[in-house]
RNA sequence: GCCCCGCUAGCUCAACUAGGCAGAGCACCGGAUUCUUAAUCCGUAGGUUGCAGGUUCAAUUCCUGCGCGGGGUACCA
Protein backbone atom coordinates (compact mmCIF):
# COMPACT_ATOMS: atom_id res chain seq x y z
CA UNK A 1 0.00 0.00 0.00
CA UNK A 2 1.49 3.36 -0.69
CA UNK A 3 1.55 6.45 1.41
CA UNK A 4 -0.69 8.27 -0.22
CA UNK A 5 -3.55 5.42 -0.04
CA UNK A 6 -2.78 4.79 3.28
CA UNK A 7 -6.06 5.75 6.01
CA UNK A 8 -3.90 7.67 8.15
CA UNK A 9 -2.83 10.36 5.06
CA UNK A 10 -5.21 13.48 5.72
CA UNK A 11 -5.67 13.99 2.29
CA UNK A 12 -7.11 10.20 2.15
CA UNK A 13 -9.30 11.18 5.38
CA UNK A 14 -10.47 14.23 3.32
CA UNK A 15 -11.18 11.72 0.37
CA UNK A 16 -12.84 9.38 2.10
CA UNK A 17 -14.84 12.16 4.19
CA UNK A 18 -16.37 13.58 0.46
CA UNK A 19 -17.67 10.37 -0.15
CA UNK A 20 -19.35 9.83 2.92
CA UNK A 21 -21.02 13.30 1.86
CA UNK A 22 -22.25 11.90 -1.19
CA UNK A 23 -19.56 14.31 -3.50
CA UNK A 24 -17.53 12.30 -5.99
CA UNK A 25 -13.69 12.91 -5.38
CA UNK A 26 -13.30 12.72 -8.93
CA UNK A 27 -16.15 14.40 -11.39
CA UNK A 28 -16.77 13.56 -15.21
CA UNK A 29 -16.43 16.74 -16.95
CA UNK A 30 -16.69 20.10 -16.81
CA UNK A 31 -17.68 23.52 -18.83
CA UNK A 32 -15.24 26.22 -18.33
CA UNK A 33 -15.91 29.49 -20.47
CA UNK A 34 -12.10 30.97 -20.07
CA UNK A 35 -8.57 29.84 -19.91
CA UNK A 36 -6.66 31.87 -16.60
CA UNK A 37 -4.95 33.16 -19.03
CA UNK A 38 -8.21 34.72 -21.11
CA UNK A 39 -9.68 36.14 -17.58
CA UNK A 40 -6.69 38.03 -17.42
CA UNK A 41 -6.25 39.39 -20.87
CA UNK A 42 -9.91 40.25 -20.82
CA UNK A 43 -10.41 41.11 -17.52
CA UNK A 44 -11.80 45.04 -17.86
CA UNK A 45 -14.40 43.78 -19.92
CA UNK A 46 -15.76 40.84 -17.92
CA UNK A 47 -15.85 42.55 -14.86
CA UNK A 48 -17.28 45.50 -16.22
CA UNK A 49 -20.44 43.57 -17.82
CA UNK A 50 -20.12 41.38 -14.49
CA UNK A 51 -19.58 38.29 -17.08
CA UNK A 52 -19.77 35.12 -14.94
CA UNK A 53 -17.42 33.08 -16.04
CA UNK A 54 -16.31 29.52 -15.16
CA UNK A 55 -12.45 28.44 -14.59
CA UNK A 56 -10.80 25.14 -14.16
CA UNK A 57 -7.23 24.53 -12.77
CA UNK A 58 -4.86 23.31 -10.16
CA UNK A 59 -5.93 24.66 -5.84
CA UNK A 60 -2.27 26.42 -5.40
CA UNK A 61 -3.14 27.86 -2.11
CA UNK A 62 -5.50 28.84 0.27
CA UNK A 63 -5.58 31.27 2.97
CA UNK A 64 -8.60 31.12 5.58
CA UNK A 65 -9.76 33.83 7.40
CA UNK A 66 -12.54 33.21 9.03
CA UNK A 67 -15.79 33.45 7.03
CA UNK A 68 -13.46 34.87 3.55
CA UNK A 69 -10.76 32.54 2.01
CA UNK A 70 -8.27 33.09 -0.32
CA UNK A 71 -6.55 30.90 -3.18
CA UNK A 72 -4.97 30.61 -6.39
CA UNK A 73 -5.95 28.82 -8.94
CA UNK A 74 -3.16 27.82 -11.66
CA UNK A 75 -4.18 26.74 -15.24
CA UNK A 76 -2.15 26.44 -17.93
CA UNK A 77 0.82 28.67 -16.03
CA UNK A 78 -1.10 31.31 -15.30
CA UNK A 79 -2.41 31.80 -11.82
CA UNK A 80 -5.63 34.07 -10.74
CA UNK A 81 -7.06 34.20 -7.36
CA UNK A 82 -9.67 33.67 -5.65
CA UNK A 83 -12.08 35.03 -3.54
CA UNK A 84 -14.24 32.82 -1.33
CA UNK A 85 -17.15 34.43 0.78
CA UNK A 86 -19.54 32.47 3.45
CA UNK A 87 -22.66 34.21 2.69
CA UNK A 88 -21.63 33.74 -1.73
CA UNK A 89 -21.25 29.73 -1.13
CA UNK A 90 -23.55 29.28 1.31
CA UNK A 91 -22.94 27.45 5.18
CA UNK A 92 -22.52 24.37 4.31
CA UNK A 93 -20.51 24.52 0.65
CA UNK A 94 -18.59 27.07 2.47
CA UNK A 95 -18.01 24.64 5.68
CA UNK A 96 -16.76 21.59 3.09
CA UNK A 97 -13.61 24.29 1.81
CA UNK A 98 -12.04 22.67 4.45
CA UNK A 99 -11.80 19.38 2.83
CA UNK A 100 -9.58 21.01 0.27
CA UNK A 101 -6.47 20.34 -0.33
CA UNK A 102 -3.65 22.40 -1.97
CA UNK A 103 -3.22 20.33 -5.32
CA UNK A 104 -6.49 19.54 -5.92
CA UNK A 105 -7.91 20.20 -9.35
CA UNK A 106 -11.20 22.33 -9.05
CA UNK A 107 -13.61 23.85 -11.06
CA UNK A 108 -14.54 27.50 -10.23
CA UNK A 109 -17.87 29.61 -11.64
CA UNK A 110 -17.96 33.40 -10.27
CA UNK A 111 -17.45 37.21 -11.31
CA UNK A 112 -14.01 39.12 -11.92
CA UNK A 113 -13.15 41.82 -9.60
CA UNK A 114 -9.51 43.50 -8.46
CA UNK A 115 -9.42 43.37 -4.31
CA UNK A 116 -7.93 46.19 -2.40
CA UNK A 117 -4.57 45.77 -3.43
CA UNK A 118 -5.32 45.63 -7.17
CA UNK A 119 -5.40 41.57 -7.52
CA UNK A 120 -7.01 40.16 -10.50
CA UNK A 121 -9.59 37.65 -8.54
CA UNK A 122 -12.91 35.61 -9.50
CA UNK A 123 -15.55 36.58 -6.21
CA UNK A 124 -16.45 32.94 -6.59
CA UNK A 125 -20.39 31.75 -6.71
CA UNK A 126 -19.53 28.32 -6.94
CA UNK A 127 -16.83 25.54 -6.64
CA UNK A 128 -16.88 22.20 -7.48
CA UNK A 129 -13.99 19.65 -6.83
CA UNK A 130 -12.95 17.70 -9.90
CA UNK A 131 -10.05 15.66 -8.89
CA UNK A 132 -8.89 15.11 -5.21
CA UNK A 133 -4.98 14.91 -4.67
CA UNK A 134 -3.46 12.33 -2.15
CA UNK A 135 -0.19 13.72 -2.24
CA UNK A 136 1.17 16.98 -1.05
CA UNK A 137 2.64 19.15 -3.65
CA UNK A 138 6.42 20.41 -2.95
CA UNK A 139 6.27 23.48 -1.00
CA UNK A 140 5.41 26.95 -2.42
CA UNK A 141 8.23 29.22 -1.68
CA UNK A 142 10.91 26.95 -2.32
CA UNK A 143 9.70 24.86 -4.73
CA UNK A 144 11.31 21.66 -5.83
CA UNK A 145 14.94 21.63 -6.90
CA UNK A 146 16.25 18.49 -6.12
CA UNK A 147 16.53 17.60 -9.89
CA UNK A 148 16.26 13.48 -9.22
CA UNK A 149 12.97 14.33 -7.95
CA UNK A 150 12.34 16.76 -11.05
CA UNK A 151 13.37 14.09 -13.88
CA UNK A 152 11.72 11.04 -12.09
CA UNK A 153 8.47 13.07 -11.46
CA UNK A 154 8.52 15.77 -14.22
CA UNK A 155 4.77 16.24 -13.52
CA UNK A 156 5.56 17.70 -10.11
CA UNK A 157 8.04 19.53 -12.01
CA UNK A 158 6.25 21.35 -14.25
CA UNK A 159 3.50 22.15 -11.63
CA UNK A 160 5.52 23.97 -9.00
CA UNK A 161 8.10 25.07 -11.58
CA UNK A 162 7.19 27.64 -14.45
CA UNK A 163 10.58 27.87 -15.97
CA UNK A 164 10.63 24.31 -16.83
CA UNK A 165 7.26 24.31 -18.13
CA UNK A 166 8.22 27.10 -20.55
CA UNK A 167 10.85 25.55 -21.74
CA UNK A 168 8.49 22.57 -22.94
CA UNK A 169 6.21 24.85 -24.56
CA UNK A 170 8.57 26.33 -26.46
CA UNK A 171 10.07 23.13 -27.35
CA UNK A 172 6.51 22.48 -28.77
CA UNK A 173 6.91 25.82 -30.43
CA UNK A 174 10.18 25.30 -32.35
CA UNK A 175 9.18 21.78 -33.66
CA UNK A 176 5.94 23.30 -34.72
CA UNK A 177 8.30 26.03 -36.56
CA UNK A 178 10.78 23.86 -38.23
CA UNK A 179 8.10 22.07 -39.63
CA UNK A 180 6.17 25.00 -41.03
CA UNK A 181 9.70 26.08 -42.29
CA UNK A 182 10.33 23.13 -44.13
CA UNK A 183 6.62 22.47 -45.25
CA UNK A 184 6.55 26.34 -46.40
CA UNK A 185 9.86 25.19 -48.97
CA UNK A 186 7.88 22.34 -50.05
CA UNK A 187 9.26 20.03 -47.95
CA UNK A 188 7.27 16.63 -46.91
CA UNK A 189 7.35 14.59 -43.74
CA UNK A 190 8.29 11.38 -44.24
CA UNK A 191 8.23 8.34 -41.58
CA UNK A 192 11.34 6.08 -42.18
CA UNK A 193 11.76 2.91 -39.71
CA UNK A 194 13.03 3.10 -36.49
CA UNK A 195 13.77 -0.59 -36.58
CA UNK A 196 16.31 -1.56 -39.07
CA UNK A 197 17.79 -4.59 -40.18
CA UNK A 198 20.88 -2.98 -40.59
CA UNK A 199 21.98 0.58 -38.72
CA UNK A 200 23.82 2.93 -40.75
CA UNK A 201 23.93 6.73 -41.45
CA UNK A 202 26.09 7.42 -38.49
CA UNK A 203 29.05 5.70 -36.48
CA UNK A 204 27.66 4.83 -33.38
CA UNK A 205 26.91 1.78 -32.06
CA UNK A 206 23.37 0.82 -31.71
CA UNK A 207 20.58 -0.78 -29.33
CA UNK A 208 19.82 -4.03 -30.26
CA UNK A 209 16.51 -5.96 -29.75
CA UNK A 210 15.34 -9.44 -31.40
CA UNK A 211 12.31 -9.37 -33.38
CA UNK A 212 10.69 -12.63 -32.63
CA UNK A 213 8.51 -13.81 -35.71
CA UNK A 214 11.10 -12.65 -37.99
CA UNK A 215 13.50 -14.54 -35.90
CA UNK A 216 16.54 -11.76 -36.08
CA UNK A 217 18.08 -9.07 -34.63
CA UNK A 218 17.31 -5.73 -35.07
CA UNK A 219 18.36 -1.95 -34.40
CA UNK A 220 16.84 0.83 -32.91
CA UNK A 221 18.01 3.18 -35.69
CA UNK A 222 21.21 5.60 -35.10
CA UNK A 223 20.04 7.35 -37.93
CA UNK A 224 17.68 7.87 -40.71
CA UNK A 225 19.59 9.15 -43.35
CA UNK A 226 20.11 6.45 -45.37
CA UNK A 227 16.37 5.60 -46.05
CA UNK A 228 15.64 9.31 -46.65
CA UNK A 229 18.12 8.95 -49.55
CA UNK A 230 16.32 6.12 -50.68
CA UNK A 231 13.48 8.57 -51.20
CA UNK A 232 15.32 10.62 -52.87
CA UNK A 233 15.77 8.22 -55.16
CA UNK A 234 12.40 7.49 -55.78
CA UNK A 235 11.65 10.92 -56.65
CA UNK A 236 10.47 12.62 -53.26
CA UNK A 237 12.73 15.33 -54.24
CA UNK A 238 12.28 17.41 -50.65
CA UNK A 239 12.04 15.17 -47.70
CA UNK A 240 12.06 15.38 -43.79
CA UNK A 241 11.73 13.53 -40.93
CA UNK A 242 11.71 14.55 -37.14
CA UNK A 243 12.47 11.75 -35.22
CA UNK A 244 14.34 10.07 -32.16
CA UNK A 245 17.31 8.18 -33.26
CA UNK A 246 19.45 5.66 -30.11
CA UNK A 247 22.82 5.58 -29.58
CA UNK A 248 23.86 3.13 -27.18
CA UNK A 249 26.46 5.64 -25.47
CA UNK A 250 27.48 7.71 -22.81
CA UNK A 251 25.47 10.75 -21.44
CA UNK A 252 26.68 14.07 -20.42
CA UNK A 253 25.50 18.04 -20.98
CA UNK A 254 25.04 17.40 -24.50
CA UNK A 255 24.78 14.02 -25.13
CA UNK A 256 21.85 11.82 -24.06
CA UNK A 257 21.49 8.00 -25.59
CA UNK A 258 17.74 8.79 -27.40
CA UNK A 259 17.79 12.09 -28.95
CA UNK A 260 15.21 13.74 -31.76
CA UNK A 261 17.11 14.54 -34.99
CA UNK A 262 15.70 16.77 -38.19
CA UNK A 263 16.79 15.36 -41.28
CA UNK A 264 16.27 16.75 -44.63
CA UNK A 265 17.20 15.80 -48.23
CA UNK A 266 16.99 18.10 -51.10
CA UNK A 267 17.67 17.03 -54.35
CA UNK A 268 19.72 18.85 -57.19
CA UNK A 269 21.09 21.15 -54.15
CA UNK A 270 24.29 20.60 -53.06
CA UNK A 271 25.82 21.74 -49.25
CA UNK A 272 26.14 25.57 -50.19
CA UNK A 273 22.69 25.52 -50.15
CA UNK A 274 22.01 23.61 -46.98
CA UNK A 275 24.22 26.66 -45.30
CA UNK A 276 22.07 28.99 -46.98
CA UNK A 277 18.88 26.82 -45.20
CA UNK A 278 20.64 27.10 -42.07
CA UNK A 279 21.31 30.10 -41.96
CA UNK A 280 17.59 31.32 -42.62
CA UNK A 281 16.18 28.67 -40.81
CA UNK A 282 18.16 30.07 -37.38
CA UNK A 283 17.09 33.49 -38.61
CA UNK A 284 13.14 32.87 -38.87
CA UNK A 285 13.49 30.24 -35.70
CA UNK A 286 15.21 33.74 -33.94
CA UNK A 287 13.09 36.10 -35.21
CA UNK A 288 9.67 33.62 -34.37
CA UNK A 289 10.72 32.80 -30.84
CA UNK A 290 12.59 35.94 -29.23
CA UNK A 291 10.93 38.83 -31.88
CA UNK A 292 14.77 39.39 -33.00
CA UNK A 293 17.57 37.65 -34.62
CA UNK A 294 19.64 36.64 -31.94
CA UNK A 295 20.12 34.46 -28.94
CA UNK A 296 22.27 34.25 -25.69
CA UNK A 297 23.41 31.24 -24.78
CA UNK A 298 24.85 31.15 -21.31
CA UNK A 299 26.01 34.74 -21.05
CA UNK A 300 27.32 34.90 -24.91
CA UNK A 301 24.46 36.59 -27.34
CA UNK A 302 24.95 35.34 -30.82
CA UNK A 303 24.18 37.25 -34.00
CA UNK A 304 22.05 35.43 -36.18
CA UNK A 305 21.52 38.39 -38.66
CA UNK A 306 25.07 38.30 -40.70
CA UNK A 307 26.53 35.04 -42.27
CA UNK A 308 27.85 32.72 -40.52
CA UNK A 309 31.62 32.37 -39.97
CA UNK A 310 33.12 29.83 -42.61
CA UNK A 311 36.05 27.67 -40.89
CA UNK A 312 37.28 25.09 -43.11
CA UNK A 313 38.60 21.98 -41.60
CA UNK A 314 42.00 21.20 -42.78
CA UNK A 315 42.99 25.25 -43.25
CA UNK A 316 41.99 26.22 -39.66
CA UNK A 317 43.84 23.15 -38.27
CA UNK A 318 47.08 23.64 -40.32
CA UNK A 319 46.97 27.35 -39.59
CA UNK A 320 47.40 26.35 -35.82
CA UNK A 321 49.65 23.38 -35.93
CA UNK A 322 51.72 25.20 -38.18
CA UNK A 323 51.94 21.65 -40.93
CA UNK A 324 49.03 20.62 -43.49
CA UNK A 325 47.60 17.79 -41.30
CA UNK A 326 46.51 15.80 -43.89
CA UNK A 327 50.22 15.26 -44.48
CA UNK A 328 51.13 14.23 -41.56
CA UNK A 329 51.48 10.58 -40.77
CA UNK A 330 49.39 9.25 -37.51
CA UNK A 331 52.75 9.48 -35.88
CA UNK A 332 53.19 12.96 -36.00
CA UNK A 333 49.83 13.68 -35.05
CA UNK A 334 49.59 12.18 -31.72
CA UNK A 335 53.03 13.74 -31.82
CA UNK A 336 51.04 17.26 -32.31
CA UNK A 337 48.70 16.33 -29.63
CA UNK A 338 51.18 15.97 -27.17
CA UNK A 339 52.87 18.83 -28.30
CA UNK A 340 49.37 21.03 -27.27
CA UNK A 341 48.72 18.64 -24.42
CA UNK A 342 45.83 16.87 -25.60
CA UNK A 343 45.37 13.96 -24.29
CA UNK A 344 45.24 10.83 -26.82
CA UNK A 345 45.65 7.23 -26.32
CA UNK A 346 48.39 5.49 -28.76
CA UNK A 347 46.12 3.67 -30.97
CA UNK A 348 43.52 6.26 -31.33
CA UNK A 349 42.10 6.02 -34.99
CA UNK A 350 43.69 8.77 -37.60
CA UNK A 351 39.90 9.29 -37.78
CA UNK A 352 39.77 10.62 -34.20
CA UNK A 353 42.95 11.89 -34.09
CA UNK A 354 42.05 14.89 -36.60
CA UNK A 355 39.14 15.33 -34.78
CA UNK A 356 40.58 15.05 -30.99
CA UNK A 357 43.36 17.96 -32.34
CA UNK A 358 40.32 19.94 -34.37
CA UNK A 359 38.01 20.02 -31.58
CA UNK A 360 41.14 21.21 -28.99
CA UNK A 361 42.52 23.84 -31.23
CA UNK A 362 39.75 25.41 -33.67
CA UNK A 363 36.45 24.41 -32.25
CA UNK A 364 36.63 25.77 -28.98
CA UNK A 365 37.76 28.65 -29.72
CA UNK A 366 34.62 29.55 -32.11
CA UNK A 367 31.99 31.79 -30.27
CA UNK A 368 30.36 33.02 -33.62
CA UNK A 369 27.79 30.88 -35.72
CA UNK A 370 29.99 29.07 -37.82
CA UNK A 371 30.22 26.24 -40.36
CA UNK A 372 33.18 23.98 -39.75
CA UNK A 373 33.66 22.40 -43.70
CA UNK A 374 35.54 20.34 -45.87
CA UNK A 375 36.94 17.89 -44.12
CA UNK A 376 39.06 15.33 -44.44
CA UNK A 377 37.62 12.53 -46.77
CA UNK A 378 38.39 9.68 -44.02
CA UNK A 379 36.43 11.40 -41.73
CA UNK A 380 32.98 10.74 -43.63
CA UNK A 381 32.17 7.73 -46.15
CA UNK A 382 28.73 9.62 -47.09
CA UNK A 383 29.60 13.04 -48.50
CA UNK A 384 30.55 13.79 -51.47
CA UNK A 385 34.40 14.71 -52.67
CA UNK A 386 35.09 17.91 -52.45
CA UNK A 387 34.94 19.34 -56.31
CA UNK A 388 38.35 21.21 -55.98
CA UNK A 389 39.95 19.00 -53.34
CA UNK A 390 40.20 15.46 -53.49
CA UNK A 391 41.49 14.76 -50.32
CA UNK A 392 38.54 16.52 -48.82
CA UNK A 393 34.46 15.88 -48.99
CA UNK A 394 31.75 18.78 -49.01
CA UNK A 395 30.71 18.57 -45.32
CA UNK A 396 29.90 21.29 -42.77
CA UNK A 397 28.74 21.20 -38.88
CA UNK A 398 26.74 24.06 -38.13
CA UNK A 399 28.27 25.11 -34.83
CA UNK A 400 26.88 27.90 -32.36
CA UNK A 401 27.73 29.56 -28.87
CA UNK A 402 30.46 26.77 -29.05
CA UNK A 403 28.15 24.10 -29.54
CA UNK A 404 27.69 21.25 -32.41
CA UNK A 405 24.13 21.23 -33.81
CA UNK A 406 23.88 19.05 -36.82
CA UNK A 407 25.73 18.13 -39.66
CA UNK A 408 25.55 18.13 -43.55
CA UNK A 409 27.20 17.51 -46.77
CA UNK A 410 26.78 16.97 -50.38
CA UNK A 411 25.48 14.28 -50.46
CA UNK A 412 27.91 10.88 -52.40
CA UNK A 413 25.40 9.69 -55.50
CA UNK A 414 28.24 7.48 -57.28
CA UNK A 415 27.54 3.82 -56.13
CA UNK A 416 30.92 2.60 -57.32
CA UNK A 417 32.40 5.38 -54.80
CA UNK A 418 30.28 4.43 -52.39
CA UNK A 419 30.59 0.67 -52.18
CA UNK A 420 34.56 1.62 -52.09
CA UNK A 421 34.28 4.34 -49.00
CA UNK A 422 32.19 1.70 -46.86
CA UNK A 423 35.23 -1.21 -47.40
CA UNK A 424 37.72 1.29 -46.86
CA UNK A 425 35.83 1.97 -43.83
CA UNK A 426 35.84 -1.70 -42.67
CA UNK A 427 39.17 -2.12 -43.69
CA UNK A 428 40.26 0.79 -41.10
CA UNK A 429 38.11 -1.50 -38.73
CA UNK A 430 36.34 1.99 -37.90
CA UNK A 431 34.39 0.46 -35.09
CA UNK A 432 30.05 0.10 -35.61
CA UNK A 433 31.21 0.47 -39.37
CA UNK A 434 28.42 -1.04 -41.75
CA UNK A 435 27.66 -1.84 -45.46
CA UNK A 436 24.37 -1.75 -46.60
CA UNK A 437 24.07 -3.18 -49.94
CA UNK A 438 20.53 -2.22 -50.53
CA UNK A 439 21.18 1.40 -50.06
CA UNK A 440 23.86 0.99 -52.91
CA UNK A 441 21.68 -0.73 -54.65
CA UNK A 442 19.28 2.22 -54.64
CA UNK A 443 22.49 4.83 -55.90
CA UNK A 444 22.93 2.45 -58.25
CA UNK A 445 19.37 3.14 -59.65
CA UNK A 446 20.74 6.73 -59.88
CA UNK A 447 20.52 9.52 -57.23
CA UNK A 448 20.23 13.08 -58.12
CA UNK A 449 22.78 15.51 -56.43
CA UNK A 450 21.83 15.91 -53.35
CA UNK A 451 22.19 17.97 -50.23
CA UNK A 452 21.88 16.42 -46.96
CA UNK A 453 21.17 18.67 -43.10
CA UNK A 454 20.82 16.77 -40.16
CA UNK A 455 19.98 18.71 -37.19
CA UNK A 456 19.78 17.94 -33.67
CA UNK A 457 16.72 19.27 -32.22
CA UNK A 458 17.30 18.61 -27.82
CA UNK A 459 20.44 21.33 -28.97
CA UNK A 460 18.02 23.69 -30.86
CA UNK A 461 15.88 23.84 -28.17
CA UNK A 462 18.82 24.12 -25.20
CA UNK A 463 20.22 27.01 -27.84
CA UNK A 464 16.92 28.97 -28.36
CA UNK A 465 15.65 28.31 -24.56
CA UNK A 466 19.20 29.29 -23.06
CA UNK A 467 19.27 25.82 -21.09
CA UNK A 468 22.60 24.40 -20.71
CA UNK A 469 21.98 20.70 -20.16
CA UNK A 470 20.12 18.54 -22.21
CA UNK A 471 18.28 16.40 -19.89
CA UNK A 472 16.42 19.68 -19.18
CA UNK A 473 14.94 20.09 -22.18
CA UNK A 474 13.98 16.22 -22.85
CA UNK A 475 10.74 15.79 -20.27
CA UNK A 476 11.65 12.28 -19.17
CA UNK A 477 15.39 11.91 -19.54
CA UNK A 478 16.75 8.26 -19.16
CA UNK A 479 17.75 7.79 -15.19
CA UNK A 480 18.76 4.32 -13.83
CA UNK A 481 15.82 2.17 -12.02
CA UNK A 482 16.07 2.93 -8.55
CA UNK A 483 15.44 -0.17 -6.30
CA UNK A 484 11.60 -0.69 -5.42
CA UNK A 485 11.32 0.14 -1.66
CA UNK A 486 9.87 -3.07 -0.61
CA UNK A 487 6.23 -3.92 -1.59
CA UNK A 488 5.98 -1.07 -4.09
CA UNK A 489 7.30 -1.03 -7.91
CA UNK A 490 7.80 -5.06 -8.09
CA UNK A 491 6.77 -6.45 -11.19
CA UNK A 492 3.44 -8.66 -10.84
CA UNK A 493 5.15 -11.57 -13.11
CA UNK A 494 8.43 -11.84 -14.14
C1' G B 1 34.28 2.84 -17.28
C1' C B 2 37.30 6.18 -14.04
C1' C B 3 37.72 10.60 -10.53
C1' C B 4 35.23 14.13 -7.30
C1' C B 5 30.76 15.72 -4.72
C1' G B 6 25.81 14.91 -2.74
C1' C B 7 21.79 11.87 -0.29
C1' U B 8 18.84 14.34 7.03
C1' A B 9 10.64 15.21 8.00
C1' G B 10 6.10 15.76 2.14
C1' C B 11 9.36 20.28 0.27
C1' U B 12 13.71 23.73 1.26
C1' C B 13 17.68 23.43 4.48
C1' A B 14 20.69 23.18 9.63
C1' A B 15 23.44 19.90 12.89
C1' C B 16 29.17 16.73 10.40
C1' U B 17 35.03 20.92 10.86
C1' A B 18 36.50 18.45 16.66
C1' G B 19 31.47 11.62 17.56
C1' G B 20 27.55 13.19 23.00
C1' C B 21 19.28 13.28 23.42
C1' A B 22 18.29 15.00 15.10
C1' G B 23 16.51 20.86 14.55
C1' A B 24 14.11 25.12 11.73
C1' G B 25 10.85 27.30 7.96
C1' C B 26 6.95 25.94 4.73
C1' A B 27 3.26 22.02 4.02
C1' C B 28 0.05 18.80 7.28
C1' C B 29 -3.42 18.45 11.94
C1' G B 30 -6.55 21.44 15.97
C1' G B 31 -8.11 26.55 17.25
C1' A B 32 -8.78 32.25 16.27
C1' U B 33 -9.53 35.53 12.13
C1' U B 34 -14.88 38.98 6.53
C1' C B 35 -9.71 42.20 1.12
C1' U B 36 -5.47 38.20 2.16
C1' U B 37 -1.32 36.91 -0.90
C1' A B 38 5.76 33.46 1.43
C1' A B 39 -1.22 36.08 5.39
C1' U B 40 -0.88 36.39 10.74
C1' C B 41 -1.43 34.54 15.91
C1' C B 42 -1.85 30.18 19.48
C1' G B 43 -1.23 24.83 19.94
C1' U B 44 0.03 19.74 18.16
C1' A B 45 2.23 16.08 15.27
C1' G B 46 5.84 14.57 11.83
C1' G B 47 12.54 10.79 11.26
C1' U B 48 15.11 3.18 9.70
C1' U B 49 19.66 10.65 8.76
C1' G B 50 19.82 6.43 0.88
C1' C B 51 21.02 0.82 2.08
C1' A B 52 24.34 -2.91 4.48
C1' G B 53 28.33 -3.64 7.58
C1' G B 54 32.57 -1.93 10.77
C1' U B 55 35.13 1.13 14.74
C1' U B 56 33.26 3.16 19.50
C1' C B 57 30.47 3.33 26.06
C1' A B 58 28.07 6.39 22.16
C1' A B 59 27.80 7.36 14.77
C1' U B 60 23.78 12.05 10.81
C1' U B 61 29.16 12.83 12.01
C1' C B 62 34.76 8.34 11.36
C1' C B 63 35.91 3.72 8.02
C1' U B 64 34.44 -0.12 4.09
C1' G B 65 31.06 -1.85 0.43
C1' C B 66 26.63 -1.02 -2.35
C1' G B 67 22.47 2.07 -4.54
C1' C B 68 20.72 6.56 -6.82
C1' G B 69 21.81 11.46 -8.54
C1' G B 70 25.06 15.62 -10.04
C1' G B 71 29.78 17.56 -12.02
C1' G B 72 34.20 16.27 -14.60
C1' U B 73 36.67 12.80 -17.75
C1' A B 74 36.50 8.79 -21.33
C1' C B 75 33.38 7.08 -25.43
C1' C B 76 30.40 9.87 -29.04
C1' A B 77 31.36 11.33 -38.34
Redesign the pocket.
Known sequence: MSQATEDTN?QRA?HDKLKELGVRPYAYRWDRTHSAAEVVEQFDALSEAKTEVSLSGRLM????????Q?G?LQDAGTRV?L?L???ALGDEPFERL?LL??GDIVGVRGEM?R?????I?VNVRELVLLAKSLR?L????????????R?RQRYLDLVVNEDSRKVFVARAKLTALVRRFLDGRGFIEVETPTLQPLYG????EPFRTWYKVLEQEMYLRI?DELYLKRLIVGGLDRVYELCKDF?N?????T?SPEFTQVELYQAYADYTEMMALVEELFRFLAVELHGKPEITFQGRTVDLSKPWQRVRFTEALAERIEADPLELSDKMLLKVAARFNI???EG?SR??LL?KLFEALVQDRLVEPSFVMDHPKI????AKEHRDDPRLVERF?PVVAGMEVG?AFSELNDPVEQRQRFAD?LARHE?F?TLDEDYIAALEHGMPPTGGLGLGVDRLVMLFTDTP?I?DVILF?Q?????APSGEGEPIAG
Do not use: W
Open positions: PKSRREHGKTFHQYRKDGDIFTRTGETPPEKFHGLKDVETYGAAASREGLDRHKVETVKDTCPLENQEAARPLRVHA
